[in-house]
């Protein structure tokens, strides 16, 4: 059963950077895209950036390109998010998900998700 776990979350001033990895078990990747989520209270689970697991292609939503990285380490199984120059409205619960489906940005498209980490940006 594929499991997905979430870590490096926690309290950063304004300004800071953090580093969220996703550790996968339970299956083989290959050929899945794996993708980063945020989530805020009362707000819709939105895309922030997509991998894909074989050739380590990223995408990412228009508005967290220039702050945002996501890479992959396979023979680690992990995922990371490479947070900079973080902002209060970026407090949110960080979710990573696998998706079979390519380059998809939709959260109905992804089948597997971890419990997420809460990131939270003081001012």
């Known amino acids: 059963q594929v499991q997905l776990v979430e870590s490096g979350g926690g309290l950063v001033q304004a300004g800071g950077s953090l580093r969220l990895s996703c550790g996968a078990s339970?299956?083989?990747?290959?050929?899945?895209?794996m993708g980063w989520f945020r989530q805020a209270p009362g707000k819709e689970r939105t895309f922030l950036a997509g991998?894909?697991?074989?050739?380590?292609?990223?995408y990412y939503a228009d508005s967290m390109k220039a702050r945002f990285t996501i890479s992959r380490n396979s023979a680690k199984n992990t995922v990371y998010l490479q947070m900079s120059s973080l902002k209060p409205e970026d407090t949110a619960v960080y979710f990573c998900?696998?998706?079979?489906?390519?380059?998809?940005?939709?959260?109905?498209?992804?089948?597997?998700w971890g419990q997420g980490t809460q990131v939270t940006v003081s001012s």
């Open positions: 991998i894909t697991w074989s050739g380590g292609v990223a």
């Open positions: 998900a696998a998706s079979r489906f390519p380059g998809r940005r939709q959260p109905d498209d992804y089948s597997y």
């Open positions: 339970g299956g083989t990747f290959t050929g899945y895209d």
